[in-house]
């Protein structure tokens, strides 16, 4: 996995930052500053809920029709 | 086979939950949307080994989890380089005024480790608990712990959060600060 890092989108990110000190460090548990704690939080929610406010999409609808469907026929 | 009402409407509520974790898996909502319909088929064929009233959802995350799996081991590198252009296009879309952040770090995502972006996705977004997210990964809670805690400290790495940096006005620092400059 850490072939990732050699990307470019990876490499433009990483050297967001100014000279400040870096709050967390890979493999240190509980290390995190609770406010990069948080914001990572509030964004990972602020993500997940984007897709999961999008209405369902018709397919799976037709899906779980068409299944009951082929059910209703075998009884 | 047929299912009950309930079960049925508790599948179709679940639809949501499980979209959001295949785009956070496979980091592309067109695959996204293939997976959870593999995984509905999946479920509706095997819904007699369900336990009406335990954790449907679990349920259909562990299938869905599975059903990526056994995709990326049967694809193989066509999955990941679909990934790498997907994060790369990610990228290179310009910013817009509030979504900077929100782009920034779903490409930040793309670049865990599957192991712990799915375990900080299941803990820090889907709601589920320690356990129940070991039981998804089917591994024990201290695995997921410190995949979650290493999934956090490699994003703020990534996203380069810095103490007193991205977190918008400090009222406090900045009071302290011209203070000392006066």
């Not at chain 2, 290493?150 to 977190?167: D, H, K, N």
Request: hydrophobic share 35%; proline share 3%; glycine share 8%.
């Amino acid at each position: 996995m850490t072939d990732h890092e050699e990307k470019g989108a990876g490499r433009q990110l990483g050297t967001g930052g100014g000279g400040g000190r870096r709050a967390g460090k890979a493999g240190e548990d509980g290390d995190l500053d609770p406010r990069v704690q948080c914001e990572i939080g509030r964004q990972l929610r602020a993500f997940y809920d984007d897709v999961i406010s999008e209405p369902v999409p018709d397919r799976f609808l037709e899906l779980l029709q068409q299944l009951e469907k082929s059910a209703g026929k075998k009884c | 086979m047929t299912i009950s009402d309930s079960l049925r409407d508790d599948l179709l509520a679940s639809i949501p939950n499980l979209r959001a974790f295949a785009v956070s898996l496979c980091g592309n909502s067109e695959r996204a949307d293939d997976l959870v319909q593999e995984t509905l088929m999946k479920a509706w064929a095997k819904f007699d080994s369900f336990e009406e009233g335990t954790n449907l959802r679990a349920w259909l995350f562990t299938i869905l989890r599975n059903e990526f799996y056994s995709q990326v081991r049967k694809k193989g590198r066509e999955v990941e380089d679909a990934d790498g252009a997907y994060a790369a296009r990610l990228a290179s879309q310009p910013s817009q005024d509030g979504h900077m952040n929100l782009r920034d770090f779903r490409v930040a995502l793309t670049q865990l480790p599957d192991d712990q972006r799915e375990a900080l996705i299941l803990v820090g977004a889907s709601g589920f608990s320690y356990e129940e997210a070991a039981e998804i990964c089917e591994c024990a809670v201290g695995t997921i712990k410190s995949r979650v805690s290493r999934a956090r400290a490699r994003l703020s790495e990534i996203l380069a959060l810095e103490e007193g940096e991205s977190f918008g006005a400090d009222p406090v620092s900045a009071t302290v600060l011209s203070r000392s400059v006066a």
